[in-house]
């Protein structure tokens, strides 16, 4: 079992509908972040977490330490938003641990 | 100010050869991580250096694989006598701190291994 498993693995949407994406873990963190990746592309951080919710431009990152669970949310989906988004945690030391990914798939 | 840079891109080899991956940090950063991602997996951490010392390699396959951070030029991330198992996409990241709330990575784009 992962240590940090994401919901849901897969996830098709149409332009302009709001997207959540899951991500739970099993012990208490330091910090939490999320990661977008193009197909063949490099991986760039969106956020990092360690308590309450933040918001850039259409995304939006909210976390529960007590119930260890972090959603990501895109408004107004776009085509343009379709990649893979990473869940990662850093627990006392110093490296990742990562879930498997959410490919998402926004359709115009 | 430029990011995170991995060289090469792309880089294939045949069984038995040895691969050099390269990453030169961010301005500022101290603290470099790499991370390999196998074909249809998740990011795996491999290992954690600072200038001239491994802090944590508890990541890195036991034999052919090598990394280091010296005081002067980019961290090397070395496989001796690839294997097609080894074939990955293997990712660099900086951090300017170890510790602390504003801790906060920047990635590469990532050094594509094909092990033909």
């Known amino acids: 079992k992962n240590e940090v498993e994401q919901s849901p693995q897969n996830l098709t949407a149409q332009e302009g509908e709001f997207i959540t994406i899951n991500c739970s873990y099993s012990?208490?963190?330091?910090?939490l972040h999320w990661l977008q990746q193009h197909p063949g592309g490099g991986i760039v951080s969106l956020f990092m977490l360690s308590s309450g919710k933040k918001k850039h431009g259409r995304l939006i990152a909210t976390i529960n330490i007590q119930e260890k669970h972090s959603s990501l949310h895109i408004t107004a989906s776009h085509p343009r938003d379709s990649a893979v988004y990473i869940c990662a945690v850093r627990y006392n030391t110093d490296k990742l641990i990562f879930g498997t990914g959410t490919r998402l798939q926004v359709f115009p | 100010n430029a990011g995170v840079m991995q060289n090469p891109r792309h880089l294939v080899r045949r069984r038995g050869q040895e691969a050099r991956l390269r990453c030169s940090p961010m301005k500022g950063h101290s603290h470099v991580y790499w991370y390999r991602q196998l074909p249809e997996e998740g990011l795996k951490f491999m290992v954690y250096?600072?200038?001239?010392?491994?802090?944590?390699e508890s990541g890195m396959p036991k034999e052919r694989f090598s990394a280091e951070f010296p005081k002067e030029g980019p961290s090397i991330l070395r496989i001796q006598q690839v294997v097609r198992g080894d074939s990955a996409a293997y990712f660099c990241?900086?951090?300017?701190?170890?510790?602390?709330?504003?801790?906060?990575?920047?990635f590469g784009s990532g050094t594509r291994l094909t092990v033909v």
């Open positions: 250096l600072q200038k001239e010392n491994i802090i944590d």
């Open positions: 990241a900086s951090s300017p701190y170890s510790q602390g709330p504003n801790y906060g990575y920047t």
């Open positions: 012990v208490g963190i330091s910090a």
